[in-house]
């Protein structure tokens, strides 16, 4: 069995090389390397903190006098205790978000597979002209209908799992110069519009600090203004924001790469929405427990005993 130097070696008189130090470990040498993360824990079941976050919902487009819907958010799902099998790989799929359109795209989901059995997070709720939000991770917001009714959103959790992965979109306005309404985040409900002619928000997202620092994932896209607006809903941190007033501001925003915000919505005489942000993987183990090989290329992020291995592509990784 190999070995560093830097506890010297015990036993048999060792022989050494360039390539090779042989030698023999006693208790207390293998327990030295073991602090000091130079051997992994054999035998183990490493145990990992685990986010899966699947791509946003597009936001809509504005409709003849009202504000467009905002995208729903990719559902956010994490594990504290994921325990994974020595010597198994898991395959990691990166969800993308979705289009933006008068009809937008869902987002597409997200994962985490050993050996097809998938801990899965679902892509955002789209959202329809004239018609309700679609379901997703978290559900699309409702656009008006044309004749001054209130439309809903969409519902949230698609995977009927618990804790939810998502909230509901919120609802139009109910007149022909509403704003939209909302998409749903992780941490709250897209804002109904009511009766105002303004973009509504985009539901909250949740807040990770895995890495030492503060990332929010899975926020709801907001909603265009109406005609007559002065502002459009507000997309939080990395979701996108509405559509305001005319010109350059008329346009919905899109969602920030890997952070699973649903796209902003356009503001009303067809004004175009932003598209919905791709998902993310990310897992933190100790560095005792790390894996022995990695694909797709992840961000290594060194905090304290630990190692985070951030996913923003399709890839592997065997323990």
Request: proline content about 2%; aromatic content about 6%; some cysteine.
């Amino acid at each position: 069995m190999g070995k560093t130097n830097e506890f010297g070696f015990v036993g048999d008189v060792p022989t050494m090389s360039k390539s090779s130090n042989k030698g023999k470990f006693n208790t207390t040498d293998k327990n030295n390397l073991d602090k000091v993360g130079k051997l992994a824990s054999a035998g183990a079941t490493p145990i990992l903190d685990l986010i899966v976050v699947a791509g946003g919902g597009g936001g809509g487009r504005g409709l003849a006098y009202g504000g467009g819907a905002g995208g729903g958010a990719g559902g956010f799902r994490q594990d504290l205790t994921k325990t994974v099998t020595r010597g198994s790989t898991i395959t990691i799929t990166i969800g993308a978000g979705g289009a933006a359109g008068f009809n937008s795209a869902n987002g597409s989901p997200s994962s985490w597979d050993t050996n097809g059995t998938a801990f899965e997070s679902s892509g955002g709720g789209r959202v329809h002209a004239y018609n309700p939000g679609n379901t997703g991770g978290s559900g699309g917001g409702g656009s008006h209908d044309g004749n001054g009714n209130c439309v809903g959103g969409g519902a949230g959790n698609a995977g009927s799992y618990s804790p939810s992965e998502g909230s509901a979109g919120g609802s139009s306005g109910a007149a022909n110069f509403a704003g939209g309404g909302g998409g749903g985040g992780i941490g709250s409900v897209g804002s109904a519009c009511g009766t105002s002619g303004n973009g509504r928000a985009g539901g909250s997202g949740k807040e990770v600090t895995m890495t030492g620092t503060s990332l929010f994932f899975s926020e709801g896209g907001g909603a265009g203004g109406g005609a007559n607006s002065s502002s459009g809903g507000s997309g939080r941190n990395n979701a996108g924001s509405g559509g305001s007033q005319n010109g350059a501001n008329a346009v919905g925003n899109a969602a920030t790469a890997n952070f699973g915000g649903g796209g902003g919505a356009g503001k009303a005489y067809s004004s175009v929405g932003g598209a919905g942000a791709s998902g993310r993987v990310m897992f933190k183990v100790a560095k005792s427990d790390k894996p022995t090989s990695v694909t797709g290329s992840p961000t290594i992020i060194d905090v304290g005993d630990n190692l985070v291995y951030d996913f923003t592509a399709t890839g592997t990784v065997t323990f």
